[in-house]
């Protein structure tokens, strides 16, 4: 149950080769201001009271099963597998004995389990002490593994493993492109691109920190991409032909790199799991989207974009966030659901997006307006999309965020 690529080494390397979207890196700033750190679902609410517990990293499915009326549960398992408990914190003195206050996760900091990376206050099962790293000097307990024990079944720990160092268990007898649900399916120094994360069937297992400009920088049974936003490449399991592959994908290059055949994603109804429907122009397993929701305010932290994209206020400047659809055919609107209009994409690799559809402004919701998308003028087929007029259209006007009537997008303050 460890070994995920936490922390957000993952975060964008699922828009490989524009297949998908940025996920998570699309909604870090929204409006739901009022959550101070999501785990994936997993909520810590700043102003708990009550003194400080005495079991920070223990075991907890619930708050109750946390010492102290202040304590709270990281019922979370991709970080804290079995639970943590633990309590949102401003400064070391707020924790109890053997833990200390850090924001590892860049949010609102709480309290960790404090350890030795000598062994000498070792973490509980499951768990591993984390390498001495320049922004977390101090070593802290987190899902992972110190020794085989603390592994499921066969699988074997890498104690140098993980983000930080804290260990991974890894399956010895996985390969690239093995399907996976999480880490522990794939093997030593790889991490599970999950279908209920980036879309591919079944999951596929990749590996990072590869050099696209060189080949072979991957091995003989896989090849170096380039992953979105820079930061080296992506390890894809190696083909020659369709049949090399697995069910739901297809052996292809890249227009950057044709000669490097690899299994990429191109899925069916079929080959997705969980209830999730195949997006077929981009070939990855998502969620149904919803009737409704196109054009509508969305939030990491409360939903509102099922089966697509939250475009943020923080992030791309989108008044109050914007739920999209990416992987649609310009001219072919029925390619979009709830009655969305395919726009074409501003960046080469990047999919098209579905647009909320409009005939007049009055159509979109405040801080939006209906441009024409057919050449037809007003009162034929537009889209709804961005054109705030004041700062009050900003979600996160009282962050400094200001409109700016030029772009109509909300920008964030200097330095913010």
């Known amino acids: 149950m460890v070994g995920y690529g936490r922390l957000g080494t993952l975060a964008c390397v699922v828009a490989l080769l524009g297949s998908v979207g940025c996920g998570d890196s699309r909604t870090i700033d929204d409006t739901d201001a009022a959550i101070v750190i999501n785990l994936d679902g997993a909520m810590i609410d700043a102003g708990q009271d009550g003194g400080p517990p005495s079991n920070i990293g223990g075991a907890c499915a619930e708050d109750t099963d946390c010492t102290g009326s202040a304590n709270r549960c990281i019922a979370e398992p991709d970080y804290f597998p079995g639970g943590y408990c633990t309590l949102a914190c401003s400064s070391d003195e707020e924790c109890p004995e053997g833990s200390y206050c850090s924001d590892v996760f860049g949010s609102q900091a709480f309290c960790v389990d404090s350890c030795d990376a000598a062994g000498t206050d070792e973490c509980r099962a499951g768990y591993g002490c984390t390498i001495d790293d320049p922004m977390y000097p101090m070593p802290f307990c987190l899902g992972g593994c110190e020794e085989d024990t603390d592994c499921p079944d066969s699988l074997k720990c890498d104690p140098d493993g993980g983000d930080l160092g804290e260990g991974s268990c890894y399956d010895e007898t996985a390969s690239i492109g093995d399907a996976c649900e999480d880490g522990t399916s794939c093997p030593m120094s790889a991490y599970c691109l999950a279908e209920s994360f980036g879309g591919w069937p079944s999951g596929s297992c990749v590996a990072l920190g590869c050099d696209p400009a060189a080949s072979g920088t991957c091995g003989t049974d896989a090849h170096c991409l ?36 690899t299994c990429q994603a191109a899925c069916s109804d079929a080959d997705c799991t969980g209830g999730r429907v195949c997006n077929e122009i981009l ?11 196109l054009g509508q305010t969305c939030s990491r932290f409360s939903g509102g974009c099922t089966g697509g994209v939250c475009y943020s206020e923080g992030q791309y400047g989108y008044p109050g966030a914007y739920c999209a659809f990416e992987g649609c055919n310009v001219g072919d609107d029925t390619t979009c659901p709830d009655n969305g209009v395919c726009i074409a994409a501003t960046e ?45 259209q900003c979600a996160n006007a009282d962050r400094g965020f200001t409109c700016d009537v030029a772009s109509g997008l909300c920008v964030r303050p200097a330095g913010g």
Do not use: I, M
């Not at 070939?283 to 929701?293: K, L, R, V, Y």
């Open 283 to 293: 070939g990855t397993c998502h969620a149904p989207f919803p009737d409704g929701q």
């Open 348 to 392: 080469e690799g990047e999919p098209n997006v579905c647009f909320k559809r409009c005939a007049a402004s009055t159509d979109c919701r405040e801080g939006y307006t209906c441009r024409d998308v057919d050449g037809e003028g007003e009162g034929t087929v537009g889209a709804c999309t961005p054109q705030c007029t004041a700062n009050d």
């Open 226 to 261: 380039p992953s979105a936003g820079g930061g080296g490449g992506l390890c894809v399991d190696a083909c020659a032909a369709d049949t090399d592959c697995r069910a739901g994908y297809v052996c292809r290059g890249t227009s950057t790199f044709p000669e490097r055949l």
